[in-house]
């Protein structure tokens, strides 16, 4: 099973908690040796499921959308990051330079080409910006590609 991630970043503490809870039940619902994650492994749900997959025995598949991406994520994430890139069984490029909006989608649609599901961590609200969450559901329901979403009830992001 090749489960692809995308999510919000910037949860509150609380809402975290129950994501990394629902996610670890997803993961322990599969048999390891034929799972395989695929994120673009940024900081929150797309490094905790990366995580999760991993401990379960599991394999990660990394999304790199922009040559600059790592520069544009937290410097607490990076060593997260650096650890879970090095653990990769493979790693894909989009090409671009920049880790603008655009490259932040290039990468989600190469994740949703590369999955036979997509785990949306998602309130079912609309996107704050191009390459959000949203965008990437919407991406995945129109080519075909299955969608679980993940939320906990009552739960807001910010």
């Known amino acids: 099973m090749r489960l692809g991630i995308t999510g919000h970043r910037g ?3 609380e809402v975290e908690a129950q994501v990394r809870a629902d996610l670890a ?18 900081d929150g749900p797309d490094s905790w499921f990366a995580d ?11 999304v790199i959308p922009a040559a600059e991406y790592r ?15 090095a653990r990769a069984v493979d790693v894909h490029h989009t090409g671009m330079q920049e880790s603008t909006s ?15 599901e997509l785990i949306a961590v998602w309130d ?28 906990p009830e009552g739960a807001t992001r910010d």
């Open 25 to 42: 039940k997803v993961v322990e619902a599969c048999y390891a040796e034929n799972l395989v994650a695929i994120s673009c492994i940024a």
């Open 52 to 62: 999760a997959v991993l401990a379960h025995g599991g394999r990660l598949e990394v």
């Open 102 to 116: 655009h490259a932040h989608q290039a990468g989600s649609e190469i994740v949703v080409g590369l999955a036979d």
């Open 124 to 151: 079912g609200q609309p996107g704050r910006g191009y390459g959000g969450t949203a965008d990437v559901v919407t991406y995945a329901q129109r080519v075909g590609v299955p969608v679980r979403i993940i939320w």
């Open 11 to 13: 949860l509150p503490p």
């Open 71 to 85: 520069d544009s994520l937290p410097d607490w994430h990076h060593p997260v990051y650096d650890d879970l890139i």
